[in-house]
């Protein structure tokens, strides 16, 4: 018989846990300040990739979030959150290989 190890669950923030996280910060975007009303929605910026395994979030409005995503952010903008472009470029998320067309 063998036995199978579970898959690991990926925490997930509830919406009670996710206003409180909010709160902490104000309402607001966590890179450039604004609220949530002036850019429509807060969204759940994973610190380490959500696909890396990463749970801690912070509220990014979703420009910041895409460019935190793809690495873009300056090391004016990360350190507001503690990080350097070395360790943000460790936890972004994976990047997916372009096809070039090739089949060989």
């Known amino acids: 018989m063998i036995l199978r ?3 690991k669950k990926k925490k997930t923030i ?3 846990e996710w206003e409180v996280i909010k709160a902490s ?10 609220t949530e009303k ?4 807060l969204e759940k ?15 990014m409005c979703p420009t910041h979030h895409k460019m935190y995503d793809q ?3 300056s090391a004016t ?3 507001k959150i503690g990080l ?15 096809d070039t067309g090739f089949w060989w």
């Open 5 to 7: 190890e579970e898959p």
């Open 14 to 16: 509830n919406k009670s």
């Open 25 to 34: 910060h104000k309402n607001r975007c966590v890179i450039c300040g604004k």
């Open 38 to 41: 002036q850019v429509g929605i």
């Open 45 to 59: 910026a994973h610190i380490k990739a959500h696909s890396k395994g990463g749970s801690q979030v912070l509220p």
């Open 71 to 73: 690495d873009k952010l």
């Open 77 to 79: 903008q990360l350190k």
């Open 84 to 98: 350097t472009k070395k360790t943000s470029s460790k936890l972004s998320p994976k990047k997916k290989k372009k």
